[in-house]
Nanobody, 121 residues
Framework: DVQLQASGGGLVQTGDSLRLSCAASGLTFTSYTVGWFRQVPGKEQEWVSCSGVTDEYAYVRDSVKGRFTISKDGAKNTVYLQMNSLQPEDTAVYYC??????????????WGQGTQVTVSS
């Protein structure tokens, strides 16, 4: 079975940084599009950033450009999200996810239980 679990969230103040991590089992990250989506209670989920099989097929949400950076370690089968200059509007549950399409992140096909990020002012 595919297992994905996000970790590294927490309660921080405006301007702080966090690094989220996700190690996968049951699949190899390099064969799929992998990334992160977030969800706020009462609102629809939204992709934050994802990475396809090559750099050409990468996506970063406009609201986090210049602040968040996604990276992958193929040897460790792990994906990361470095989040800098955090703002209150970044508060959400962040989920590590996989899309079977190697060239785009649309509807997630696999995801874990997520990690809470709360940013206070």
């Amino acid at each position: 079975d595919v297992q994905l679990q996000a970790s590294g969230g927490g309660l921080v103040q405006t301007g702080d940084s966090l690094r989220l991590s996700c190690a996968a089992s049951g699949l190899t990250f390099t064969s799929y599009t992998v990334g992160w989506f977030r969800q706020v209670p009462g609102k629809e989920q939204e992709w934050v950033s994802c990475s396809g099989v090559t750099d050409e097929y990468a996506y970063v949400r406009d609201s986090v450009k210049g602040r968040f950076t996604i990276s992958k370690d193929g040897a460790k089968n792990t994906v990361y999200l470095q989040m800098n200059s955090l703002q209150p509007e970044d508060t959400a549950v962040y989920y590590c996810a996989v899309d079977n399409d190697p060239y785009a992140c649309a509807t997630p096909d696999y995801w874990g239980q997520g990690t809470q990020v709360t940013v206070s002012s």
